[in-house]
């Protein structure tokens, strides 16, 4: 049985339409449509913020709670899209125009069970196509509340939220081990490396460190989505936490990265970063880096590249339209050369912390995977929770 959120308990607060003249450089931060990502909202430190004066009987019920569902009411590309909202201790935020946010009667309805409905596939799909219409997409508060979804009783909505809400939970808390284990590791690296740099070390080139290969583009006709050939990465589109996400394969690789390799993408933006998982194709927007001696040394390869981004990412402001770097750019880069003791040792002692990052992302992905399964399948009754 499905009913429609009017008829459960829902209603809807669209966002205020604060003036341009109320923003200022701290403050209250704005929640706008770009806040809304992979399912939930954050604060984004170098958006807007309004005066915490402009708090007044007016605007007061536009402050918004962590946790609470948001939706993007307008935009091309991101109209329906539905994040839950996470704050840190103490952290405020107001609801910006074109963000709207589900109000729930808690006796009726769950609102983490309505967040996991409207973040499946189908209801996605729904929201954006309804909003799409003619012109700039747009979501109004009542088609939004018309939308019908799969109706039982609220012990059955808290147990299916309860199920997924541990994955989640469980791959943010992941999310969070590794942004402090790799702070960890770059806090090391600056200390082996910079701050206790030897003066013996000479100044080289990057190219002196390390072997690198630049991508090539397959053949268009090669490229497929079922998963035959090999995986193949494009460049920044295809990069995540770590590892990047197989959407693309192709049965005619061209140029190869390695398992492990660190891969930088080459064109706008320049300097995004990530490692390879597998084997891979890479395509002419990635470069792919191993250390010379020992190509085993991986992590030490990741952190070096992670300290020479700020060199890397100045070709963002090359090239007549799109930033690129080049072969003879990263053979021009400079870089400090250390003594291979000291390299060995970092490599030795953080590879452990930098294996942990691997194990926990490999973890997050499977977590994740499990959690996308069993979504449409608790939804539709296909399978049942205890109670």
């Keep these: 049985m499905e009913k429609r959120l009017n008829e459960i308990g829902c209603s809807f607060l669209s966002g205020f339409a604060f003036k341009s003249s109320d923003y200022s450089s701290i403050g209250i931060p704005l929640i706008k449509i770009g806040n809304i990502q992979d399912r939930i909202v954050t604060v984004d430190t170098r958006g807007d913020y309004v005066s915490e004066e ?21 935009g091309q590309g991101s109209v329906g899209r539905v994040g839950k909202l996470k704050l840190r201790n103490n952290e405020r935020a107001f609801l910006n125009q074109r ?13 983490d069970y309505l967040y996991y409905i409207l973040t499946t596939d189908k209801y996605q799909d729904y929201l954006f196509n309804t909003g799409a219409g003619s012109g700039q997409p747009n979501l109004s508060p009542e088609l939004i509340l018309q939308t019908e979804i799969p109706w039982v009783e609220y012990n059955e909505q808290t147990a299916i939220a309860s199920v997924l809400s541990s994955l ?30 030897k003066e013996g070390w000479e100044m080289g080139k990057l190219g002196d460190e390390f072997d690198f290969v630049m991508g090539a583009s397959p053949p268009g006709e090669s490229y497929n989505e079922e998963g035959n050939g090999v995986p193949m990465y494009q460049g920044n589109a295809d990069f995540g936490f770590r590892f990047p996400t197989n959407r693309v394969f192709t049965t005619d690789p ?28 890479i395509g002419r927007g990635v470069a792919a880096f191993r250390f010379k001696i020992d190509n085993s040394f ?17 070709f963002n402001e090359t090239g007549t339209v799109f930033g690129s770097i080049s072969k003879s ?7 400090i050369i250390p003594d291979l003791e000291t390299i060995n040792r970092f490599q030795t002692e953080v590879k452990p912390i930098d294996d942990k990052v691997i194990t926990n992302t490999t973890q997050i992905r499977t977590l994740t995977a499990l959690r996308d399964t069993l979504l449409p399948k608790l939804m539709s009754g296909e399978i049942k929770v205890n109670l």
């Design 298 to 314: 991986y992590t030490y390869t990741y952190y070096k590249m992670k300290s020479l981004m700020n060199d890397i990412k100045q």
């Design 254 to 281: 061209k140029r190869f990265a390695e398992k492990f390799d660190t891969l930088i993408s080459v064109r706008a933006p320049v300097g995004e970063q990530n490692m390879a998982n597998e084997r891979c194709c």
């Design 168 to 197: 989640d939970d469980k791959i943010d808390l992941l999310h969070r081990q590794n942004a402090t284990l790799e702070k960890m590791a770059e806090t090391l690296f600056r200390q082996w490396f910079v701050e206790e740099a």
């Design 329 to 335: 750019d990263f053979e021009s880069i400079d870089a």
């Design 99 to 111: 963000v709207g946010k589900f109000l729930c009667d808690e006796v009726r309805i769950n609102k």
């Design 54 to 74: 402009l708090i007044n009987d007016k605007t007061i019920k536009f402050l918004l709670n962590n946790g609470d569902i948001l939706i993007a009411m307008t």
